[in-house]
C-alpha cells in the first residue's frame, strides 16, 4: 500500500507543481524552480503511469474511450461550424 501512495503522491506533486506555475502569478527564480520541479517531477511520473498501465492493463480502456470521444466531438463541432460559415 505504501508503493501506491508513493505512485500518486508523485503524480500528485506533478499536477500541483504544474497548477502552480501556470495559473498563479510567480515570477523570477522562483518560476524557473518550478519549471525545474515540473520537468524533473513529469518525467518520474511518467514513469509511474506506465507501472500503473503494465500492473493493470484494462484502466486504460476507459482512458481511450474518453480521449476518443472528446476528440470526435471536438471534429464533429468544427465540421458543422464550418457548414454553417459557408
Given at each position: 500500500?505504501?508503493?501506491?501512495?508513493?505512485?500518486?503522491?508523485?503524480?500528485?506533486?506533478?499536477?500541483?507543481?504544474?497548477?502552480?506555475?501556470?495559473?498563479?502569478?510567480?515570477?523570477?527564480?522562483?518560476?524557473?524552480?518550478?519549471?525545474?520541479?515540473?520537468?524533473?517531477?513529469?518525467?518520474?511520473?511518467i514513469?509511474?503511469?506506465?507501472?500503473?498501465?503494465?500492473?493493470?492493463?484494462?484502466?486504460?480502456?476507459?482512458?481511450?474511450?474518453?480521449?476518443?470521444?472528446?476528440?470526435?466531438?471536438?471534429?464533429?463541432?468544427?465540421?458543422?461550424?464550418?457548414?454553417?460559415?459557408?
Amino acid at each position: 500500500m505504501g508503493e501506491r501512495t508513493n505512485r500518486m503522491g508523485l503524480i500528485a506533486f506533478f499536477l500541483v507543481t504544474l497548477f502552480v506555475y501556470f495559473w498563479l502569478p510567480i515570477r523570477g527564480g522562483l518560476k524557473t524552480f518550478l519549471l525545474v520541479l515540473i520537468m524533473v517531477s513529469g518525467w518520474l511520473s511518467i514513469f509511474e503511469l506506465v507501472s500503473i498501465l503494465e500492473a493493470r492493463p484494462w484502466v486504460i480502456a476507459p482512458i481511450l474511450i474518453i480521449v476518443g470521444s472528446v476528440i470526435w466531438k471536438v471534429q464533429r463541432d468544427r465540421k458543422q461550424e464550418l457548414k454553417k460559415s459557408v
